[in-house]
């Protein structure tokens, strides 16, 4: 199982992102996706999640300004990232939970964010 993600950069305050993520290879039915984000010198923490049956979690400096979506179908979930801020500025990564307990990492995309 392979995770790709892609989509981040360098902007500025205030601009957007979206960043894809597209699991590939044997995988069984997934229970939720979610994206998660890394920044220097700090622990990886959750950003956002959709379970199977759409339910959404987000962590509270994001609401507002980040949404989350799926297409179950291509195994491919979303981030969609308005209004970002130099906090926001990390490496983000996706992450699948499947319904047999297995957890699957994509490799990470920068999102520098300047002021």
């Known amino acids: 199982v392979q995770l790709q993600a892609s989509g981040g950069g360098l902007v500025q305050g205030g601009d957007s992102l979206r960043l894809s993520c597209v699991a590939s290879?044997?995988?069984?039915?997934?229970?939720?996706m979610g994206w998660y984000r890394q920044a220097p010198g700090k622990q990886r923490d959750l950003v956002a999640l959709i379970a199977t049956g759409g339910y959404t979690n987000y962590v509270d400096s994001v609401k507002g300004r980040f949404t989350i979506s799926k297409d179950s179908a291509k195994n491919t979930v979303w981030l969609q990232m308005n209004n970002l801020k130099p906090e926001d500025t990390a490496v983000y990564y996706c992450k699948i939970a499947t319904m047999d307990g297995h957890d699957y990492w994509g490799q990470g995309t920068q999102v520098t964010v300047s002021s």
């Open positions: 290879g044997m995988i069984s039915s997934i229970n939720v």
